[in-house]
């Protein structure tokens, strides 16, 4: 690196190879230090007369509800229409202007007319529009009428849906906040009383995806007749029995080994499995001898 190079201050580069002790390098290497402790982001500190005083501190000081009133007064402050004149007789004038003398309430309630009744003797007649928008209900629009219905029912539900429940979330099809808390909520108790479903579900999805045979084989029988031994030759702890209990990422967790992997023809039954290390299955990957 060449000396006529420009140093960058406020960086942690700069203070630790540079060796720049100013300030805007000395607050980026504290701020490095203390996401890599961990520790929360200091708060501000706080100023008076500001929003983020009357919000985020709840100060209630005169300068601060001064600044919280002055912001409402501000977003709520109606608009300045454009400065078009005032024209009697057009719906402009009835909506824009607010402007109630006869001709605009004429130009309003003529709208409304023409926009609520339309030409009967343009009806498209034998299309689903024919019979939903002009009203017509000749022999060829309303058999059309009557199968959109029965296509696209209207899904009204009888009750008001119940919110923060697993039955609006499933029979009402609900997706807001509360619903999906209630969901995933039933799923973690669910798992916490068979832990070992969604990984016998993971093996039967990974023999299905390759045509192999399947059998319903619980992992703890497994486990018992191998009397938790890992039966992978070349084992990295011999002697040391597999637990459930070990962490779920841990090396002498219990698992589930395919002798014959289904990458080479296995399939997923009694004699093809065995007890495992959760390390010593990884090792052994998808060979036939074991750990290489």
């Not at 609900?174 to 093996?203: F, G």
């Not at 070990?246 to 007890?275: Q, W």
């Amino acid at each position: 690196m060449s000396n006529d190079t420009p140093i960058k201050h406020g960086t942690r580069s700069t203070y630790l190879r540079h060796k720049c002790k100013c300030e805007p390098c000395k607050a980026a290497q504290s701020e490095y230090s203390r996401k890599r402790r961990g520790e929360p982001k200091p708060k501000p500190t706080l100023q008076h007369g500001t929003r983020t005083g009357y919000n985020s501190y709840k100060c209630r000081c005169d300068e601060c509800k001064a600044a919280q009133s002055e912001y409402h007064r501000n977003r709520y402050k109606p608009r300045p229409r454009q400065s078009q004149p005032l024209q009697h007789g057009t719906r402009t004038g009835y909506q824009s202007h607010k402007c109630r003398c006869e001709p605009c309430k004429d130009a309003q309630r003529e709208y409304a007319r023409t926009e609520k009744k339309r030409d009967p003797s343009k009806t498209p007649h034998g299309t689903v529009n024919g019979y939903k928008h002009y009203g017509c209900r000749c022999d060829e629009c309303a058999p059309l009428g009557r199968a959109s219905a029965r296509k696209f029912p209207k899904k009204i539900p009888d009750r008001p849906i119940p919110h923060g429940t697993v039955n609006g979330y499933t029979n009402y099809k609900c997706r807001c906040d509360d619903c999906n808390v209630a969901m995933r909520e039933r799923a973690r108790l669910e798992y916490r009383k068979n832990p070992d479903r969604s990984l016998e579900s993971a093996n039967r999805r990974r023999a299905r995806m390759r045509d192999a045979f399947i059998e319903n084989v619980p992992r703890r029988e497994i486990f018992e007749r191998d009397n938790w031994q890992c039966q992978i030759p070349g084992c990295f702890y011999p002697g040391i029995p597999a637990s459930l209990d070990a962490g779920r990422y841990h090396p002498l967790l219990a698992s589930v080994d395919h002798i014959v992997p289904y990458a080479k023809g296995g399939l997923h039954e009694r004699s093809n499995l065995a007890t495992a290390h959760l390390r010593c299955n990884k090792a052994k990957n998808d060979r036939l001898e074991g750990i290489a």
